[in-house]
């Protein structure tokens, strides 16, 4: 698999990651949609923060990966020239799904 994101270039792979990133969001906030209205309950208040925290911790972990697991393997292998674009293309990418979601939202 390492030499398919090596055929890829620099933006197109930036494009995948950052739809990843968006795809990921979206699953996520479809899971709050479903699971929010279900700790309404007094009794289990206990159990939502819990939740939060790990949803949080993990969620960290899967967007960083996204974003940041091939750049730090370019890092690694001392492309660093390639890691930083890489890694400014999937911001740039993230910054217009960004744009389109608020321009989409205030229509």
Do not use: C
Not at 33 to 51: Q, R, T, W
Not at 92 to 97: A, D, N, S
Request: net charge positive; aromatic share 18%; proline share 3%.
């Amino acid at each position: 698999m390492h030499t398919v994101f090596k055929k890829l270039s620099a933006p197109f792979l930036a494009f995948l990651q950052a739809s990843g990133l968006v795809s990921y969001i979206i699953l996520i906030s479809l899971f709050f949609n479903f699971v929010a209205p279900n700790f309404s309950d007094s009794s289990e208040n206990f159990y939502a923060p819990m939740l939060m925290l790990l949803l949080f911790v993990i969620s960290a972990v899967i967007s960083g990966l996204l974003v940041l697991g091939r750049a730090g393997m370019l890092f690694w292998e001392k492309k660093y020239k390639e890691s930083f674009t890489l890694v400014g293309w999937t911001v740039g990418w993230g910054i217009l799904y960004l744009l389109t979601f608020v321009l989409i939202l205030s229509n």
